[in-house]
């Protein structure tokens, strides 16, 4: 999993990515850059992180669908 998230940028807080999932008109920039920081977040071990990643991978929302992915990653924290 941590090759998978490798390689991402630095970035704000947590609340400030929330707003964007939950924005269906967030611009491509927007989505690139809390897509980037949910990533590191979850490589770095944040449970809220791998949890909203985990949903957007199952939902196939701003990435592409993949429900083994999105449930192994929630798994792993009992979500």
Do not use: W
């Amino acid at each position: 999993m941590i090759a998978l998230l490798s390689g991402l940028r630095k970035s704000k807080s947590i609340e400030d990515n929330r707003e964007v999932t939950q924005n269906e008109h967030a611009t491509s920039e927007t989505r690139t850059f809390m897509l980037d920081y949910l990533k590191k977040g979850a490589t770095l071990g944040d449970k809220l992180c791998i949890k909203e990643l985990g949903e957007l991978y199952i939902e196939g929302k701003y990435v592409p669908k993949d429900t083994t992915l999105g449930k192994k990653l929630m798994g792993g924290y009992g979500f």
